[in-house]
């Protein structure tokens, strides 16, 4: 069964970091780009990061500088570090492949 749990999410202030993880199982992750997308209330899906298999990664121009992807092939995980937080950051973010979405995880930026 092909599956994508995301963790790490939160409330934090302004200025403030959260590491999110997915942790991937049920298909070969290695082979697989990976993204990492966001939806904030009332709006539509934003792309924010994504790696590829060879760990090139690309940004959203919300977010460089600021977040970093990263994954973890033996550990089956992407990583989505993000600093100095901002509140139009808040949002449910995702981790996908083509082959899946996780749940999501809230994070919230608010002072």
């Known amino acids: 069964q092909v599956k994508l749990v995301e963790s790490g999410g939160g409330l934090v202030q302004p200025g403030e970091s959260l590491r999110l993880s997915c942790a991937a199982s049920?298909?070969?992750?290695?082979?697989?780009?990976m993204n990492w997308v966001r939806q904030a209330p009332g709006k539509g899906p934003e792309w924010v990061s994504g790696?590829?298999?060879?760990?090139?990664?690309t940004y959203a121009d919300s977010v460089k500088g600021r977040f970093t992807i990263s994954r973890d092939n033996a550990k089956n995980t992407v990583y989505l570090q993000m600093n100095s937080l901002k509140p139009e950051d808040t949002a449910v973010y995702y981790c996908?492949?083509?082959?899946?979405w996780g749940q999501g995880t809230q994070v919230t930026v608010s002072s």
């Open positions: 790696i590829n298999t060879g760990g090139t990664t």
């Open positions: 996908n492949s083509d082959v899946s």
């Open positions: 049920g298909f070969t992750f290695s082979s697989y780009y």
